[in-house]
């Protein structure tokens, strides 16, 4: 069972347009919702995240939207540059089986081509 | 580099055999996460650590274990390896138990070939 989905395995978008990456999820007991951004032969880098009462959260080019209702979040990059291409991942943080220990739920990932 | 080390980078291995992956967490973390990227799959949730003791299990094989050391280094052993388990193995970080809104640091990753 895949409580958090990205249906988009991949996604090309000219430079200086806008990225749009998409996320969904069945749990709404998740607490937190992350994005991490993945390059080839490296490990996710944290990108930016939201809290589960919040509906929008901004960080330079990186927008991040929640839609509780929809249980739907979005990943907004704007201007897209060259070096924005690489494979991102949604994630969301639950409480696991541990007493006060948290872990993160990632989706399969969208890899973003951004064309010169 | 992310402060998280893995090692090694790449292991070939056959079936049948155990196989033990090392992460040293970034300096001051106290929390290890074990995770499994297979091929098309998001990253899967094996196994966490924090300060020595076992906090939660995911997705985790019985022929899979994992510990962590006093040093707060920790170890993923997999033994009677099958040619499913080729995969990457990340490793990840974090000062805290819930680190939801800055999230893990991860490692570089061990990329496990079972032949």
């Known amino acids: 069972d895949q409580q958090v989905k990205q249906n988009s395995p991949s996604l090309s978008v000219q430079e200086g347009r806008i990225s749009i990456l998409n996320c969904d999820y069945t749990n709404s007991m998740f607490d937190y919702f992350l994005w991490y951004k993945k390059y080839p032969a490296e490990g996710p880098t944290f990108l930016i995240s939201i809290s589960s009462i919040k509906d929008k959260n901004e960080d330079g080019r990186f927008t991040v939207f929640l839609n509780k209702s929809a249980k739907h979040l979005s990943l907004h990059i704007v201007p897209s540059q060259p070096g924005d291409s690489a494979v991102y991942f949604c994630a969301a943080s639950g409480q696991g089986s541990g007493a006060g220990s948290y872990q993160l739920t990632f989706g399969k990932g969208t890899k973003l081509s951004v064309i010169p | ?115």
């Open chain 2, 1 to 115: 580099d992310s402060g998280v080390t893995q090692t090694p980078k790449h292991l070939i291995t056959a079936t049948g055999q155990r196989v033990t992956l090392r992460c040293s967490p970034r300096s001051g973390d106290l929390s290890v996460y074990w995770y499994q990227q297979s091929l098309d799959q998001g990253l899967q949730f094996l196994i966490q650590y924090y300060n020595g003791e076992e906090r939660a299990k995911g997705n985790i094989l019985e022929r899979f274990s994992a510990q962590q050391f006093p040093d707060l280094h920790s170890e993923l052993n997999l033994s009677s390896l099958e040619l499913g388990d080729s995969a990457l193995y990340f490793c990840a970080s974090s000062v805290d138990l819930s680190p939801r809104r800055t999230g893990y640091t991860f490692g570089s990753g061990t990329r496990l070939t079972v032949v």
